[in-house]
């Protein structure tokens, strides 16, 4: 069944389910962002189940939902973006209706493809070593905006300060390497500095050529301590009384042998 075009990602929060299935036909069009091409007959194609607003609510659960269709990339993609809550695809074989009826080597790409994105997020999370985060703040707007990049992904994320982290936006990107993915988060960073007014606030696991971890702000060079001028007068009288008896110290043995 072909689902209206007029429905797109804007419904994200209404998703209750999760599909796959072969297209029967090629009326179908793709809701991906950047896509809305048709989906070839035959093509492997999955499907975020919403409610049909044309079905009356007495209907059974399965009529009330109408699939919204994706090409593969295109649905990950899709769960790339948005916040936390928003409802995504953990395990193929337990979140996918109609998994077990895939071809065996779709559902093995379906499996790689997934792994590869829990492992990229797993990369790009707040508690990885090896990630470079930047981490910006708009003072007059009150809200933030933060990049990380480790090995060829990103992860971009903002929102108000005021707000529960959990309503941030998240954005996932991939590269062909890790210096295109820096490049890109360079760029992004430069970009909210200069145009937009946002201030930097934080950066951690950012290196230098040389691999040596670069400070989040610039410290003062620290002059030395003043040396204590008691203290200095005291030495130097000790001094003097040491030089002074040692001076008169073979006067005193001559009168001795006398």
Known sequence: MAST????DNDENTTISFGCDYAKSSNAKCHGKYCENEISK???RLSRLIPNPFIPQ??????????VYYHVQCMINYLRTGNEKKKRIENVAKNLQGF???KKKDQEKLKKLFNYEEKLQGNLSETSTTVQTTYLEHDKDKKYW????????????YGLLDEPDSNAIILYKDFSNKAEAKKYADKKIQEKIQKNEYTL??????????????????????SPAPANTASTKRIKKQRTIITTATRKQPTRSASIRK
């Open 5 to 8: 075009t007029a429905t797109g």
């Open 42 to 44: 035959g093509t492997l």
């Open 58 to 67: 007495s209907s059974t659960r399965e009529e009330q939902l109408m699939p």
């Open 100 to 102: 077990d009826e895939l």
């Open 146 to 157: 933060q990049i990380s990049y480790d090995n060829k992904s990103t992860k971009t994320k």
């Open 201 to 222: 606030k934080k950066q951690t696991g950012v290196t230098t050529n040389n691999q040596t971890p670069v400070a989040t702000k610039r410290k003062r060079k620290q």
